[in-house]
């Protein structure tokens, strides 16, 4: 299902298109122009909590960065959103060796070593660089035997979608649905200028919720409560 499809759903879910009437095109129509923007934003936050819980799957992938002999500091992903996995890691397969966080982070790192951002050697650690876009540095600095050496990494890219023609990232119509669902009751909450606080109490809202929920688990939960005894 593209982003238009969805807010084609939502806007009927909410019978602002109703019976025969078409469907939108475009983001761009005048017919429905409140509607389609308010829609489109339901349709984003929803999204970005989904990505903030770690639900999606679309959202894994990988790539690699080439490293550079004396430099430091290394851009990530232009879609970046955080490390996959709970103990972050970057995997330099030449030395098939994982390269993990420096325990404390470059402020742990810069009163253990005064010379770490000239200290050339393995780079046996990463930390994060704070600057205006996210990227990492390395513990040693990369040595010249370092240079041009692929480091692969595993991270949760961006899946909020922006232009009509972008794919919502779900596997299957029973989970977009189920989505399309929650973000309508978000949007109706949005015109009826409710508190959105108050949106998780909402029946129809954890109906919803919870059906998605269920359908992106990769296998069926436990129905039983407490011990089960053989």
Do not use: C
């Not at 829609?39 to 992938?61: C, F, G, H, N, V």
Request: no cysteine.
């Amino acid at each position: 299902m593209d982003f238009i499809t969805g807010v084609n759903r939502l806007m009927r879910i909410n019978h602002i298109i109703r019976g025969d009437d078409d469907d939108i095109t475009t983001f761009a129509e005048t017919q429905h122009a409140a509607h389609i923007s308010l829609a489109q934003i339901a349709i984003q936050d929803e999204l970005a909590d989904l990505i903030s819980d770690r639900l999606i799957p679309y959202e894994k992938t990988n790539t690699t960065l080439s490293l550079v002999t004396s430099t430091r500091t290394y851009a990530l992903a232009s879609d970046f959103i955080r490390f996959y996995g709970t103990a972050p890691s970057l995997y330099d397969s030449t030395d098939n060796v994982r390269i993990y966080e420096y325990p404390g982070g470059e402020d742990r790192l810069k009163d253990n070593d005064y010379q770490y951002k000239t200290s050339e050697g393995a780079p046996t650690y990463w930390y994060w660089d704070n600057t205006t876009t996210k990227q990492v540095a390395f513990y040693n600095v990369p040595q010249s035997s370092y240079n041009g050496r692929s480091i692969s990494y595993d991270y949760e890219k961006s899946v909020s979608v922006t232009n009509s023609t972008d794919v919502l990232p779900f596997h299957n119509d029973e989970e977009a649905f189920s989505f399309i669902s929650m973000a309508a009751r978000r949007f109706a909450f949005m015109v009826a200028e409710k508190e959105l606080g108050i949106l998780s109490q909402d029946m129809t809202y954890s109906s919803a919720t919870s059906r998605l929920y269920s359908l992106l688990r990769f296998s069926d939960p436990s129905h039983q409560y407490g011990r089960a005894y053989l």
